[in-house]
Structure formats: C-alpha cells, structure tokens
C-alpha cells in the first residue's frame, strides 16, 4: 500500500461548484499535515496546513480523521484560478508527498 | 515573496555532462535543505536531505556518486548531477523549511532536459 493515496483525478467543474478531495495515508505516526498546490511546470505551494480540529481559509476548508486516517479538503465556490493539481503532503520526520488530485475549473 | 531561491530554472545539456543546480534560502538560515525530483504526472520524490557540515542523506535508489550535494553553508545548497543521461530528464526542486514543524519553501524548480 502506498504511503500516500489520492484520486489523480482529474476533476471537472464548472465554476461555483462545490469540490472535495480526499487523501488516504497508512503511516499512522504521521505527524503533520499540508495541502500543497502545484500549478502545471510550477514548484508547489503551501496552501494550508490541516489540523486535528480543522480548519478554513476563506473558501477552503481542510479536515484530519485520525481514526480512519485521511485529511480531506473542500473547495466552495470554485474560481477558474483553482485550476491545479492539489498535493496532500505527510510530515513524519520527512515529508511524503501525494500524486496529486488534478482540478480544472471550466467556465 | 519566495524564500527560497533555485537556479537555473531550466536547463539543456548533452549526455555525458554535468549540471549544477543551486538552491539559497533568502532571508533564514536552513541547516537542513531537501532536493526532490518529479517526473510528469508523478508526485515528488525526496531523493536527499542536504545537512550543512555534514554529508548528505540520500533516499535509497538514489546514487550518491551521481548526485552530488554539496550544503556549502547555511543558505546554500548544490546538487550536481554527474554524467547526464536522458533518463535524467526531470524537474528537480529544492525546499528548506524555515524552522522546526514549519511546513517547506520550495525553490521554483529546474527543468533539466538532457539530449
């Protein structure tokens, strides 16, 4: 099983949608948690970390499940400009990077 | 602004030279620097973690002889790749995270291509 799953996606909305990523992981001493973005030929970008109680940022809102151990974030009211590929990233001494969720926004 | 700084961002050689990537944390010091390395549609693989005054820590399956890093002080890092090939061709990314349980800065990449 790998250390890191996510759907690869890719995920077609229209604009305004309402998108959910899910990420699996199987170290369960993972400590910390990030969704990075990365836009296409371009390094990632630290987007939010996520944290035991959740949180939000604007229109994103990211959630940690311990028990079942997957990290999810939500996109409300998605922009043209939210098209990426979205990494969930683990943190357990080094970082495990996911392959990424790919989302494209249409108008 | 970016905190950390790669360069060259993209770069062309033939086989059989080398290439020099260098990644300066800007405005922090970092003791510790990453270089990854990811293929299309693949996520970024942690080849090694760069240590200031000591030798590099290199994942397994990487070539240690191949991938030179060189943590020459506490805001610069350099990865040589020795004796290119083809294969070779990837996006390589240096981060350094800017203190303890902080999330990483990424330097903005170097496209290598080898002919």
């Known amino acids: 099983r790998k250390e890191v799953e996510q759907d690869p996606g890719p995920f077609n909305v229209p604009e305004g949608a309402t998108v959910a990523f899910n990420c699996t992981y199987s170290n369960s001493a993972s400590q910390s948690f990030f969704w990075y973005r990365q836009d296409c030929r371009k390094e990632p970008k630290l987007l939010m970390s996520?944290?035991?109680s959740g949180n939000e940022d604007g229109r994103f809102t990211a959630q940690l499940n311990r028990a079942s151990q997957y990290i999810s974030l939500l996109i409300r009211d998605s922009k043209l400009s939210d098209s990426a590929t979205y990494l969930c990233v683990l943190s357990g001494g080094k970082l495990i990077f996911g392959q990424g969720t790919e989302l494209s926004v249409k108008p | 602004g970016a905190v950390v700084s790669q360069h060259p961002s993209r770069v062309i050689c033939k086989s059989g030279t080398s290439v020099k990537i260098e990644c300066r944390s800007l405005?922090?010091?970092?003791?510790?620097m990453f270089w990854y390395r990811q293929f299309p549609k693949q996520s970024l693989m942690l080849m090694a973690t760069s240590n200031e005054g000591s030798k590099a820590t290199y994942e397994q399956g990487v070539e240690k002889d191949k991938f030179l890093i060189n943590h020459a002080s506490l805001t610069l890092s350099t990865l040589t790749v020795t004796s290119a090939h083809p294969e070779d061709s990837s996006f390589y990314i240096c981060?350094?995270?800017?203190?303890?349980?902080?999330?990483?800065?990424f330097g903005n990449g170097t496209r290598l291509t080898v002919t």
């Open positions: 405005d922090f010091q970092a003791t510790t």
């Open positions: 981060s350094a995270p800017q203190g303890s349980n902080s999330p990483l800065h």
């Open positions: 996520v944290y035991s």
